[in-house]
């Protein structure tokens, strides 16, 4: 998958389909919205997400995500950890007041039923939020 990269301050990511307001990092960081649907990759059992993050201060430390498939009953069927915009751009670098849209293909196991996403400090591994989507 290509990056673009926009001048600093100038990226218009759109509107999330699915509008949410979830705080983040002690209030440094919005989670505004995401996109979840299945991908058009053939023969690969998929989803496309996107995150659609507002910093609303300057983030101390470098965040990373953990990408957890859940079945009915909780239970994590995949997993993964990933650096949000494939670490193109840390969240360190970020602007307060501006909107990120941060993409993944991620694999859907098909009893899974929810995405879990916990964010958390690359440095010390502590949770600084969590996020539960519905998978469609």
């Known amino acids: ?21 979830i705080d983040l990092a002690s209030g440094q960081l919005r989670l505004i919205g995401y996109d979840l649907g299945p991908h058009d990759w053939p023969g690969w059992p998929g989803l496309r997400l996107a995150l659609y993050w507002r910093p609303v201060a300057p983030i101390a430390q470098r965040l990373k ?20 915009l494939r670490l193109v751009a840390p969240t360190t670098a970020w602007l307060p007041g501006e909107t990120v849209r941060d993409e993944y293909e991620l694999a859907a196991p098909a009893s899974a039923v929810q995405l879990l996403i916990i964010v958390y400090d690359e440095a010390t591994v502590a949770e600084v939020g969590r996020i539960t989507l519905p998978l469609p």
């Open 1 to 21: 998958m290509l990056v673009r990269v926009w001048p600093r301050g100038e990226a218009q990511p759109g509107a999330p389909s699915q509008p949410v307001d």
């Open 65 to 84: 995500l953990s990408l957890r498939m859940l079945d009915r009953q909780g239970e994590t069927l995949s997993a993964e950890d990933r650096y949000p």
